[in-house]
């Protein structure tokens, strides 16, 4: 059935039933099945925006769908699940413990790191026992070597008890030199088992993940008592503050848009409620139109990609509400002197009494890639 046989029998059905709403009594007893004023404007305003006729020149349309960036929580090394402390559908707040994993073999190589460090302390200690030793000898020597100078001057010496008096200096400043080395490597030894503890208590410090942002556990994939591998996803979260629609233009509507540009989004089970958002990104290159996707053209070839990012303060406000993969349509300004329709206009619910975790809001402009691990935006209609 093409577009206009279903807005037909839409606007058929749609003024059966607006007829049948406004049966009026008339004194002879009988009924009158003229549909009244306001319900034929009602069928002739729904007719007009289905065939986007109401839209004036410079403002597009397309069908899209809501998504939001994505997060795979996991861990950088393996273990066992000892704890999962959410559940999907959880609001999650940023820094929140999400699960705990366990590593006897990583608890073990701390407490073996932390041995080390006590030996080398120890080392560290004896090494500087020795050296007070050894510098009493070499003040002795320095002594006995100076006296046997002086004896030596006036004879009362033989050259061979002076020279081993000689050997009695070298000897005791070769051993200060010996003893300072081991102290100075003991040190070196306790820096390397401070930083092998200082590894290995990261480590167990990972082995608690914790939530990256503030979002909505959207799945659940590993249990407690599981065994997972490193990098392997135990969570999935929507980072609720940033959410877009994804819509599909063809060029000559997408080369005229620039980031940042106002658009509107209406939602397909809250038709009633235009929801504020602006361009976030247009794609460099054009791909063939999903079959999802109904264009002005029915089909056209190739569109390019334009994300819609929902305004921060509604995310903020209407954090509870936020749902992903909602269908709607996505609606934009060719022109920008071009003003936006009344039905167009902006018009949200009254804001519930509960919001988003208290976070600086990202900004309006076009998301910048964040450098945390696994990040990902949720998969948009598959191309043809």
Request: aromatic share 4%; hydrophobic share 40%.
């Amino acid at each position: 059935m093409s577009i206009r046989q279903r807005v037909t029998t839409s606007a058929f059905m749609l003024g059966i039933g607006a007829c049948a709403l406004s049966m009026n009594g008339e004194p002879n007893g009988r009924l009158s099945i003229a549909p009244s004023a306001h319900a034929q404007g009602l069928i002739r305003n729904l007719i007009a925006r289905m065939r986007g006729q109401t839209l004036p020149d410079g403002i597009v349309k397309s069908n899209g769908r809501i998504e939001a960036t994505q997060l795979d929580v996991s861990s950088k090394y393996a273990g066992r699940l000892s704890e999962v402390t959410v559940d999907e559908g959880y609001s999650v707040t940023q820094g929140q413990v999400i699960a705990k994993l366990t590593s006897p073999e990583y608890e073990a190589q701390l407490r073996a790191a932390q041995a080390n460090v006590q030996n080398a302390n120890n080392a560290l200690t004896a090494a500087e026992a020795e050296i007070t030793s050894r510098q009493s000898q070499l003040e002795f020597s320095k002594t006995d070597f100076a006296r046997g100078q002086e004896l030596n001057k006036t004879g009362f010496i033989t050259k061979q008890v002076f020279d081993q008096r000689r050997r009695n200096l070298d000897a005791a400043t070769a051993a200060v030199a010996a003893a300072t080395a081991q102290r100075d490597q003991a040190k070196s030894a306790i820096k390397n088992s401070e930083a092998e503890v200082e590894r290995v208590q990261s480590i167990i410090t990972d082995l608690t993940l914790l939530s990256p942002r503030n979002g909505r556990v959207q799945y659940l994939l590993a249990r407690a008592g599981e065994v997972v591998a490193a990098g392997a996803p135990i969570v999935t979260i929507l980072d609720l503050t940033d959410v877009y629609m994804t819509i599909f233009l063809p060029a000559s509507d997408a080369g005229k848009l620039s980031i940042g540009d106002d658009a509107r989004i209406i939602l397909d089970p809250v038709p009633d409620y235009i929801i504020p958002a602006r361009v976030s990104f247009v794609a460099a290159d054009a791909q063939f139109t999903p079959k999802t996707v109904e264009t002005k053209d029915e089909r056209t070839k190739l569109t390019f990609r334009v994300k819609l990012k929902v305004d921060p303060t509604v995310l903020q406000t209407f954090y509870q509400k936020v749902k992903t993969g909602i269908r709607g349509m996505g609606f934009v300004r060719t022109k920008a002197n071009v003003e936006w329709p009344a039905e167009l206009q902006v018009k949200l619910p009254t804001p519930p009494e509960v919001k988003a975790p208290d976070t600086p809001a990202p900004q309006a402009t076009a998301p910048a890639a964040q450098p945390d691990a696994k990040a990902s935006e949720t998969k948009t209609p598959d191309a043809k």
